[in-house]
């Protein structure tokens, strides 16, 4: 195999500048070749040393210290203490203070024996397992099942893209408390809710969004969905008769025709 060098007719006939453009893309590749594979690595140990932060931030603390202080614990009247805010219990899932919800995921996927299963215990496993599954908003639909648990688990179960839709559109200054907020959204029917957020009141509309998949619904992917809702795409009388709507499937709306080439 030949050195990049002399694809130049030879190191010694390579041009000053032509080493410096090699020595360049090269270094530029193997910074993108680390940052690829290094990168997953270096956000999961983020995640791992995250809770224990505060043990940086006060060197006379030892491990066991800074693991009870990152761990929930389950207060007498039932509360739950974890890193410094207090949750209530189910069915409540209320936070005093309301703090960062870098650590909720963490509580939904808890198990048994886990740091978080005391704040995870108290949470049916229904309501766990559709919100950790849920791409984004995760805690928002836990706490739309605690506002009302028969509506919310509806909501969350069969159409989580309005869900999400209920998370995105809170404006504290505007909406005011965010529980009392939560609980007038699920006191709507469907239809009212597309009202609320400026889509066609078209059966069709709901049908869209129940087929967009769970994996799939991001909080950009659903905006860009209901973006062509609300411009009539031309293409949308197919997406009801798909199985399954996904980010893909989002994409190609706003794709013009002649951007495609056929396979044969």
């Not at 995250?50 to 066991?64: C, F, I, L, Q, V």
């Not at 529980?179 to 239809?191: A, E, F, N």
Request: some cysteine.
């Amino acid at each position: 195999m030949l050195h990049p060098k002399q694809w130049y007719g030879g190191g010694s006939s390579l041009p000053a500048y032509r080493r410096a453009s090699w020595v360049s893309r090269y270094r530029d590749q193997g910074r993108l070749f680390a940052t690829r594979w290094a990168t997953p690595n270096r956000r999961a140990h983020r995640c791992r040393t995250s809770a224990r932060s505060s043990r940086r931030e006060d060197p006379d603390m030892n491990d066991e210290e800074a693991y009870q202080e990152a761990s929930a614990v389950v207060l007498p009247d039932g509360q739950i203490l974890v890193e410094g805010a207090v949750i209530r219990p189910w069915p409540s899932l209320q936070m005093a203070p309301v703090r960062s919800l870098a650590f909720t995921e963490e509580i939904l996927r808890a198990v048994p024996g886990s740091r978080f299963w005391p704040a995870a215990r108290v949470i049916p496993s229904e309501v766990r397992k559709l919100a950790w599954l849920t791409p984004s908003h995760a805690w928002g639909m836990a706490e739309l099942c605690a506002v009302n648990h028969a509506r919310g688990l509806d909501l969350v179960s069969n159409c989580p893209a309005l869900a999400i839709l209920i998370c995105e559109h809170y404006v504290p200054d505007r909406d005011g408390d965010y529980w009392d907020y939560l609980s007038s959204m699920l006191g709507k029917t469907w239809r009212q809710l597309l009202a609320v957020f400026e889509l066609p009141v078209r059966p069709r509309t709901i049908r869209i969004l129940c087929k967009l998949d769970r994996a799939h619904c991001r909080a950009a992917t659903i905006h860009k969905l209901c973006a062509e809702l609300r411009k009539g795409n031309r293409w949308l009388c197919v997406l009801p008769h798909l199985s399954r709507i996904t980010r893909d499937t989002v994409a190609l709306l706003h794709t013009k025709p002649a951007a495609f080439r056929p396979h044969y």
